[in-house]
């Protein structure tokens, strides 16, 4: 509905999307690249079950921070998605 695409907007634009699966919300924070850091490396780090595999989680890191080519270098900031339990 139109209230529904509405609500998913705001929570978009406040950096939170609310996925209620399982009690859970998905939402964003940023984090520097550190020297030897690669996106496997922060992928492992950061994802969670709700992703069905590495390959996804790193496709929507590299989507989110118009990564083309998945190459990242030390000092540059990523947009990452995790998710928390609902409260």
Known sequence: TREDRR?????????SVVDAKDGREKRFTSIQVQEGDSLWSIAK?????????????????????????QKITADMYLVIPYYTDVK
């Open 7 to 15: 609500q998913r907007q705001m929570c978009k634009e406040t950096g």
């Open 45 to 69: 780090e950061h994802m969670s079950k709700e992703y069905p595999s590495i390959d996804d989680y790193i496709q929507e890191v590299c989507d989110t921070n118009h990564i083309y080519d």
